[in-house]
């Protein structure tokens, strides 16, 4: 099974950027990233599906944050650009094996999921 690990989590200002990483120890179908901000539900952030290269993106995210994968160092990575206040949240990577199941933004897709990064985006 697969292990998850996040990093680059961190405080910024309004305006500023964040890359996360996620090391991850087996090649899956799908991997994605999700966050959960204090009294609120986990919301899918982005996703790879890693065969093809497909992409998907949480719609109100309006193209501030870019999924990608470096095979080679086996790291999935989150840019984060104009981050807002709203954004800081817990960050959670996620995978899963299965070729399909539910939608990417559900986190029923996912079976393994990292321990998380806190961002925080201050005004």
């Known amino acids: 099974q697969v292990q998850l690990v996040e990093s680059g989590g961190g405080s910024v200002q309004t305006g500023g950027s964040l890359r996360l990483s996620c090391a991850y120890s087996?090649?899956?179908?799908?991997m994605g990233w999700f966050r959960q901000a204090p009294g609120k539900e986990r919301e899918g952030v982005a996703a790879i599906y890693t065969l093809g290269g497909r992409k998907r993106y949480a719609d109100s995210l309006r193209g501030r944050f870019t999924i990608s994968e470096d095979r080679a160092k086996m790291t999935l990575h989150l840019q984060m650009d104009s981050l807002e206040p709203e954004d800081t949240a817990m960050y959670y990577c996620?995978?899963?094996?299965?070729?399909?199941?539910?939608?990417?933004?559900?986190?029923?897709?996912?079976?393994?999921w990292g321990p998380g990064t806190q961002v925080t985006v201050s005004s």
């Open positions: 996620a995978a899963d094996y299965r070729p399909s199941g539910a939608d990417w933004s559900s986190g029923a897709r996912y079976k393994y």
């Open positions: 087996d090649r899956t179908y799908l």
